[in-house]
């Protein structure tokens, strides 16, 4: 609006300038009057720049407060799923994946949107006025013509949708992903892929812009009949005001006015405000359709990140009865599978690969529900227990664990959350609750072996564990699975009744891992243990042993005995054993 009034003022300005000079300087009445409207427009230029510094300000604020709100709710949705079916389900990790990415875009492109249409709207009214102030017919011909021309161009913009064209360039993105993972770089160079890779880039995006050009192609006959219709309007606009100006029907102010309301009038068609509302509104629907989805696989309340119950004491055993499970669209894992695990004691699982080892542990933690049969702790459904608290019982680190590029205190301490949030960070931070949790740190990470490893790094539990941030060190796959073991005991330091690794030790060498594993059950003694491994030196040590295959357990009981009986496990035993120079 400012800027039509500013408009305004100097056309007022160049109506009364020649009258004053004629009038014979500002001591005439109408030189008074040019002085006046001369501090009003500089009053108006400062106020606009003012206007703009403040808009600015109150935009960007808004900005941060949009995206806040709707990263959070994305990650409410993602984390009240207490089990995986968002991450498993294709169709609804695509939902997550693109909920996470455009709600993370650049943010707040809808806010963005509307302050400018709205901006758009007032100015292109204001600029209207002003024309309609001289000649009201032209004001209303030229609003009719530039909001068609407006949603002509918001068609055009609709067709290039990023849903049309971002099927073809999601593989373009994955192939800018793998570029860029630090983890696949190895990798990329030694296959010899960076070539392919930047070629394999350039064609698809190529052809994901040709598919852009060719929807910018088929609605070319509207724009060119709405631009002759802007040219015809303008012009017969303009033919109408030379003329009454050389007939002197209209001063020299009201063809100045005339042009400036004019070409203030061009904001009603802008879209910029339409399309970052177009680039910006899908994020809501799909924030909107992520929440449907999770919850309706969240069953029940999700766990809270923030409560910390009691964790379930284990004092029989862990049941699997008649468990069926399978996965979505895919044959069963498991029929009818009966396994008793007796509280305190140790178990090995060994199988082939595929053979159900992981599943077995992802039901155990509640992250799969069997389709029939029941798990229960000490007769007690798993399904039945405070999921908050079956969690805290249990500590797990499967083969994929995460390396978090964090420092190490919280690699470790994430086994006891409740000890590293009681520590706060920065000024929140208490002295007594940061020694207690260096204290539960150190003691994890000596029962895992890690404690060398720690006092070699540069800030000891301060050092961060990735190269891409200052100060940070990169470790080696053993030495991370270290970290990973620590974090397990952090998790048996704060109360963990259920030890599960799945494999995360096969990056030690043989004789660090059989060192490892003997001092391993020794400390978690009295703990219920699950082990899986591939590596019959380290499940021979568990009181009992199952031989998983295709979902059935096929061998059941101590190490020599499954060795006397000479079955499956004593023939892989027996093979290890040769490769390794074990003695049998
Ligand atoms: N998320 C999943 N979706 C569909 N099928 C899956 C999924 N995870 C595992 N499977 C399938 O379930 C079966 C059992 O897999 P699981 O990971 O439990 O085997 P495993 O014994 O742990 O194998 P490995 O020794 O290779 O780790 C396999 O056939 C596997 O392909």
Avoid at 341 to 348: P, Y
Wanted: aromatic share 6%.
């Amino acid at each position: 609006m400012l800027p039509a009034i500013f408009g305004g003022l100097v056309g007022l300005i160049a109506g009364i300038l020649p009258e004053t000079i004629r009038d014979g300087g500002l001591d005439t009445e109408s030189g008074k009057r040019l002085v006046a409207l001369l501090v009003a427009a500089v009053i108006l230029l400062l106020a606009q720049e003012l206007a703009g510094s403040a808009y600015e300000v109150a935009k960007w604020a808004f900005y941060r407060r949009y995206e806040h709100y709707l990263l959070g709710r994305v990650i409410d949705a993602t984390l009240s799923t207490r089990r995986l079916e968002l991450f498993e389900d294709p169709q609804l990790s695509r939902l997550a994946d693109r909920a996470v990415r455009l709600a993370g875009l650049d943010p707040g492109d809808l806010v963005d949107g509307w302050c400018t249409r709205w901006s758009h709207l007032f100015q292109g009214a204001a600029a209207a006025a002003l024309v309609a102030t001289v000649w009201p017919v032209a004001a209303g011909v030229l609003v009719v013509v530039w909001f068609v021309a407006g949603a002509v161009m918001l068609t055009a913009l609709r067709r290039l949708d990023i849903d049309s064209w971002s099927s073809g360039l999601r593989e373009a993105e994955y192939l800018a992903r793998i570029a860029e993972k630090p983890a696949w770089a190895k990798e990329v160079r030694v296959f010899g892929l960076t070539g392919w890779l930047a070629e394999r880039f350039g064609l698809r995006w190529t052809r994901a812009l040709d598919q852009l050009a060719r929807a910018r192609g088929a609605g070319r006959w509207r724009t060119v009949t709405v631009l002759l219709a802007l040219l015809c309007s303008h012009g017969v606009i303009a033919a109408v005001m030379v003329a009454d100006g050389l007939a002197g029907s209209l001063s020299a102010t009201q063809i100045t006015v005339l042009l400036l309301g004019m070409s203030g009038m061009t904001v009603l068609a802008d879209q910029t405000g339409a399309e970052l509302i177009e680039y910006g509104s899908p994020r809501v629907p799909l924030v909107l359709d992520l929440e449907k989805e999770a919850a309706q696989v969240a069953t029940g309340a999700g766990p809270k990140p923030l409560r910390s119950p009691r964790p379930v004491r284990i004092s029989r055993e862990i049941r699997f009865s008649d468990v069926d499970f399978a996965y979505p669209n895919a044959r069963p894992v498991f029929r009818r599978l009966n396994l008793a695990i007796e509280a305190g004691t140790s178990l090995g699982v060994v199988g082939l690969n595929g053979a159900g080892k992981t599943t077995l542990t992802k039901l155990l933690c509640g992250l799969e529900v069997p389709a029939a049969g029941t798990i229960t702790v000490d007769g007690v459904p798993v399904q039945e227990l405070d999921i908050g608290a079956w969690r805290r019982t249990i500590a797990a680190i499967f083969q994929d664990f995460v390396h978090y590029e964090l420092p190490v205190r919280d690699n470790i301490g994430f086994g006891a959350v409740e000890a590293l949030r009681a520590a706060g960070e920065g000024a929140e931070a208490s002295r007594t609750a940061r020694d207690r949790l260096d204290a539960v740190v150190r003691t994890a990470a000596e029962r895992a072996g890690a404690h060398n490893l720690i006092a070699g790094l540069p800030d000891g539990l301060d050092t961060t564990l990735s190269r891409r941030f200052p100060g940070g060190v990169d470790l080696s796959g053993g030495q991370w699975q270290r970290i990973a073991l620590a974090r397990a005991m952090a998790a048996v330091e704060n109360g963990a009744g259920l030890l599960i690794l799945d494999e995360p030790t096969a990056q030690l060498d043989v004789r660090a891992e059989a060192d490892l594993y003997d001092r391993f059950l020794d400390l978690t003694r009295d703990l219920t243990t699950i082990i899986i491994s591939h590596r019959f030196s380290t499940v021979r040590h568990a009181d009992r042993i199952v031989v998983l295959d295709q979902g059935r357990i096929v061998e059941d009981g101590g190490h020599d005995e499954l060795v006397a009986a000479g079955g499956e496990y004593a023939r892989l035993f027996s093979l290890q054993a040769a490769s390794y120079g074990i003695a049998t």
